[in-house]
């Protein structure tokens, strides 16, 4: 079983734990925690998350983790859960950046669509700005 939270303060700990076990990159979880979702297990551990990084009325996907606990059917419940956060949050849109082909029509599912062109402060993020040079990358975008 997994129940989905949009993370409070309180689980900044443990969720910054989670996310350095899975070797992700910095994020400022102080400052950026209400855009962040995670999965927890009947013994209360924290087994997913996905967050976005609010630039302008838009918002960045990153942070997308899952454990080996995680329920595989459950996986579009979080990005949902992730979705209805966003518009919580009165972002415009989401966008992302894969190196994976094969995670491009995992999102179309959802409704997000490649481009070529993306927002200037999307695209000085600082984790966009180490991915816009790569051959093998795409963006996409859902409108909220």
Request: charged share 25%; hydrophobic share 45%.
């Amino acid at each position: 079983m997994a129940t989905f939270y949009q993370v409070s303060e309180m689980d900044i700990p443990e969720l910054a734990r989670f996310l350095s076990e899975a070797n992700v990159g910095e994020v400022d979880l102080q400052k950026q925690y209400q855009y962040f979702v995670v999965a927890k297990d009947d013994e209360g551990e924290i087994i997913g998350t996905i967050g976005l990084i609010p630039v302008e009325n838009s918002g960045l996907l990153r942070s997308f983790v899952i454990s080996p606990a995680f329920p595989a059917e459950k996986i579009s419940e979080l990005v949902q859960y992730m979705v209805l956060v966003a518009k919580s949050r009165e972002l415009s849109s989401i966008y992302l950046v894969t190196e994976k082909q094969s995670s491009l029509a995992f999102f179309e599912a959802f409704g997000f669509e490649r481009k070529e062109n993306i927002a200037q402060g999307i695209k000085s993020s600082p984790h966009v700005e180490k991915l816009i040079q790569q051959e093998n990358r795409w963006f996409m975008q859902k409108i909220l």
